[in-house]
């Protein structure tokens, strides 16, 4: 395996409360995962822009995308599965931080796709962490839920 994602504390920042196991066997899901998460993508980017940009890394053989649980579109991430470790690994390595329709992605991996995973989880149908975003931002529906609702 790669050794840049050897050291755990470098593998991801975020830790899924969902995750239906011990932090141990959540770890060990994400050095062994073929799937990455992709965040801060706005939300007119389709899936054939993800799959152009995230095939450079390696063969795809699925791409999940993020919705809102209520309007039921495209709500600014994704999940990609790739065919290889390899792939995945160079995914993180080399598209994280690059632009995709003028937005620096965050490339991170993830434990792996399970159904219900796609829909945003918080309580306006997006993502958590747009409920209280303070900045305008046009690509992802401007001001964020709390904001907008004060
Ligand atoms: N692999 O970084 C990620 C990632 N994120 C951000 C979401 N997902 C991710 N997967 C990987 N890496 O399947 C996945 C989730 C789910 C789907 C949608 O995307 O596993 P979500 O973004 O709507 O919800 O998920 P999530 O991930 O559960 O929320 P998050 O960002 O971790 O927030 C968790 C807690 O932090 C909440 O209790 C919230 O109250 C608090 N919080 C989050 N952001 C803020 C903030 N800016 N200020 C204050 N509190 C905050």
New binding site residues.
């Given amino acids: 395996m790669a050794s840049l994602f050897k050291d755990l504390a470098k593998i991801?920042?975020?830790?899924?409360?969902?995750?239906p196991g011990t932090q141990e066997e959540f770890e060990d899901a994400?050095l062994r995962s073929i799937?990455?998460?992709v965040?801060n993508m706005s939300f007119y980017t389709t899936e054939e822009q993800v799959y152009e940009l995230f095939s450079r890394a390696g063969e795809i053989k699925k791409i999940v995308m993020?919705l809102d649980k209520n309007s039921k579109t495209p709500?600014g991430?994704c999940?990609i599965m790739y065919y290889s470790r390899d792939d995945a690994e160079d995914s993180v390595k080399y598209i994280s931080g690059t632009i995709l329709d003028d937005r620096p992605i965050?490339v991170?991996?993830?434990?792996g796709?399970?159904e219900?995973?796609?829909?945003?989880?918080?309580r306006s149908g997006?993502?958590?962490?747009?409920?209280?975003?303070t900045d305008y931002d046009p690509g992802r529906g401007g001001y964020?839920k709390l904001v907008q609702r004060e």
Avoid: I, K, M, N
Avoid at 108 to 111: K, M, P, V
């Fill in positions: 991801s920042a975020y830790r899924d409360r969902r995750f994400l799937t990455v998460y965040g993020g709500w991430f999940f965050r991170d991996f993830d434990w796709f399970q219900g995973r796609q829909w945003g989880r918080g997006g993502q958590v962490r747009d409920e209280y975003r964020g």
